[in-house]
């Protein structure tokens, strides 16, 4: 279970560092007959560095309330 909250923790931080995320679809521009233009339309997805933090702290409430071993 300390792995998996461990992952966790730096899933965490690098959703507080990293705040958005720039992705590219193809989206068709022009359709007129047998005319078909194409282009890269950014996308943007943005979200809270609270979010970030808010996983961190549930990663390590993970490791905190992980049972011991004997």
Do not use: C, Q
């Not at 679809?25 to 950014?42: F, Q, T």
């Not at 490791?63 to 004997?70: E, F, Q, Y």
Request: no cysteine.
């Amino acid at each position: 279970m300390k792995k998996v909250g461990i992952v966790i923790i730096i899933v965490g931080l690098a959703l507080t560092i990293f705040t958005a995320i720039t992705y590219f679809a193809r989206e068709r521009v022009v359709d007129i007959g047998s005319l078909k233009i194409s282009a890269n339309i950014p996308h943007h997805l943005n979200w809270s560095p609270l979010l970030g933090i808010a996983v961190m702290v549930g990663g390590a409430s993970i490791i905190l309330l992980a049972p011991r071993k004997a």
